[in-house]
């Protein structure tokens, strides 16, 4: 592969990444003027956001046979379809409910892109290039929640927030154009997949009967649970428990999200010396470690906001190296139902990452130790599954040990 069309490939399958980020955090700037425009409350406008989350994690289960069964393309067309008929719906809408469901099935459109980028990386490229190439695609998703917002701001504020979904509308066609005409499908439909419920639910349990995969995507997920935890809980954590600003709070969560990226970035470098397998229990340990110190000190009181930004700093950076390692080692398993076994990974990564989430709302808020316990118990179970996997491994391997013939 010549390095423009490895450049070109990284292009598209970074900006069917990215859709997803833009159509969750594009439109928040807007919610006091949806909700004017609509005639309801920002809370009632909240409810779009919880249904383009449920129509997401469906979307991870729902795409995954049909990936696999039909090809690559014909079903990221399809989504991608229904995505921008969904955000011209949201461009005319005139009431909330409508607006509501309208979410949903963007969100259900929109999610054959992440899907398909993530089975794709598995399909075009070489096991041994999966994880740098998986790190590049989380330097996408760690800078999409940047921009998103921001820009989004900016256009709501000079043409109105139907210009919003406009804009997702474009990336929506630009997306499909891109795929249709540049992106390669290398992946023959396997027509001996059944779409009926039994069969499909009996792929997705192989899926997760294969060690590797049920090992690292859920350690991966766990670990990734901290993130949400802490977008959930950063806004009470900066502006109602240290005071700081709306603009302030703005650049601290910047600042944070770079610890992500250059974790992600920091990755591609790591791999040159090290395995995949060597760089996430290496992170996964020290994400584990550092939210046990966050735990130990926001119980004495011992941190302030500097002490808080540095730790969730290198939080971050463990989890930014920990992420796209997890995800290679989940894929690497898989060609042939590759699309299932990303959606599989998906679908645990929104499920337990939202579980996680929702305990805060189980917690009195107006202290940090809720999220950072949540935190260290996520990082933990990880770090304990992939000790596990390690353990079974080497009792494999060493017919000696006690308990193995």
Same mark, same amino acid.
């Given at each position: 592969? +010549?390095?423009?069309?490895?450049?070109?490939?990284?292009?598209?399958?970074?900006?069917?990444?990215?859709?997803?980020?833009?159509?969750?955090?594009?439109?928040?700037?807007?919610?006091?003027?949806?909700?004017?425009?609509?005639?309801?409350?920002?809370?009632?406008?909240?409810?779009?956001?919880?249904?383009?989350?449920?129509?997401?994690?469906?979307?991870?289960?729902?795409?995954?046979?049909?990936?696999?069964?039909?090809?690559?393309?014909?079903?990221?067309?399809?989504?991608?379809?229904?995505?921008?008929?969904?955000?011209?719906?949201?461009?005319?809408?005139?009431?909330?409910?409508?607006?509501?469901?309208?979410?949903?099935?963007?969100?259900?459109?929109?999610?054959?892109?992440?899907?398909?980028?993530?089975?794709?990386?598995?399909?075009?490229?070489?096991?041994?290039?999966?994880?740098?190439?998986?790190?590049?695609?989380?330097?996408?998703?760690?800078?999409?929640?940047?921009?998103?917002?921001?820009?989004?701001?900016?256009?709501?504020?000079?043409?109105?927030?139907?210009?919003?979904?406009?804009?997702?509308?474009?990336?929506?066609?630009?997306?499909?154009?891109?795929?249709?005409?540049?992106?390669?499908?290398?992946?023959?439909?396997?027509?001996?997949?059944?779409?009926?419920?039994?069969?499909?639910?009996?792929?997705?349990?192989?899926?997760?009967?294969?060690?590797?995969?049920? +090992?690292?995507?859920?350690?991966?997920?766990?670990?990734?649970?901290?993130?949400?935890?802490?977008?959930?809980?950063?806004?009470?954590?900066?502006?109602?428990?240290?005071?700081?600003?709306?603009?302030?709070?703005?650049?601290?969560?910047?600042?944070?999200?770079?610890?992500?990226?250059?974790?992600?970035?920091?990755? +591609?470098?790591?791999?040159?010396?090290?395995?995949?397998?060597?760089?996430?229990?290496?992170?996964?340990?020290?994400?584990?470690?550092?939210?046990?110190?966050?735990?130990?000190?926001?119980?004495?009181?011992?941190?302030?906001?500097?002490? +808080?930004?540095?730790?969730?700093?290198?939080?971050?950076?463990?989890?930014?190296?920990?992420?796209?390692?997890?995800?290679?080692?989940?894929?690497?398993?898989?060609?042939?139902?590759?699309?299932?076994?990303?959606?599989?990974?998906?679908?645990?990564?929104?499920?337990?990452?939202?579980?996680?989430?929702?305990?805060?709302?189980?917690?009195?808020?107006?202290?940090?130790?809720?999220?950072?316990?949540?935190?260290?118990?996520?990082?933990?179970?990880?770090?304990?599954?992939?000790?596990?996997?390690?353990?079974?491994?080497?009792?494999?391997?060493?017919?000696?040990?006690?308990?193995?013939?």
């Amino acid at each position: 592969m +010549t390095q423009k069309k490895y450049l070109s490939l990284i292009l598209i399958l970074g900006s069917l990444v990215a859709l997803g980020p833009f159509s969750i955090d594009m439109y928040l700037p807007g919610f006091k003027a949806i909700a004017r425009d609509l005639l309801t409350t920002e809370s009632r406008v909240s409810w779009s956001l919880s249904s383009y989350f449920i129509g997401l994690s469906a979307g991870q289960l729902l795409y995954g046979p049909l990936l696999d069964r039909f090809g690559r393309k014909k079903p990221l067309y399809v989504g991608l379809a229904v995505y921008v008929l969904a955000s011209a719906g949201c461009v005319l809408v005139k009431d909330i409910d409508t607006f509501i469901w309208l979410r949903f099935l963007q969100a259900l459109g929109g999610c054959s892109a992440g899907v398909a980028a993530i089975a794709m990386v598995r399909d075009l490229f070489p096991v041994k290039d999966n994880a740098k190439v998986f790190s590049l695609l989380m330097l996408v998703l760690g800078v999409s929640p940047m921009i998103a917002p921001t820009v989004g701001g900016y256009v709501t504020v000079a043409f109105g927030w139907h210009a919003v979904f406009l804009i997702l509308l474009v990336l929506g066609l630009i997306n499909l154009a891109a795929s249709w005409l540049w992106l390669p499908e290398v992946y023959k439909a396997d027509t001996s997949m059944s779409l009926k419920p039994k069969p499909i639910i009996s792929n997705f349990l192989a899926v997760l009967r294969e060690p590797q995969f049920s +090992t690292y995507a859920i350690a991966g997920a766990l670990a990734f649970a901290g993130l949400f935890v802490y977008v959930t809980s950063s806004p009470v954590l900066f502006m109602s428990i240290f005071n700081v600003g709306e603009k302030t709070y703005g650049w601290i969560f910047a600042l944070l999200s770079v610890g992500f990226i250059g974790g992600s970035q920091v990755n +591609t470098l790591l791999l040159k010396k090290f395995k995949s397998e060597q760089l996430i229990y290496a992170a996964l340990s020290g994400q584990a470690a550092t939210a046990i110190i966050f735990l130990a000190g926001s119980i004495g009181g011992w941190f302030g906001l500097t002490e +808080t930004i540095l730790l969730l700093f290198i939080f971050l950076s463990c989890l930014g190296i920990t992420n796209p390692n997890a995800a290679a080692l989940s894929m690497a398993p898989f060609s042939r139902n590759a699309g299932s076994a990303s959606s599989m990974m998906g679908a645990l990564q929104m499920g337990l990452g939202a579980f996680a989430s929702a305990c805060i709302g189980f917690f009195e808020q107006q202290t940090v130790l809720p999220m950072v316990s949540i935190m260290a118990a996520t990082s933990l179970l990880g770090l304990g599954v992939l000790a596990r996997f390690r353990a079974s491994q080497r009792a494999a391997n060493d017919p000696g040990l006690p308990g193995c013939s």
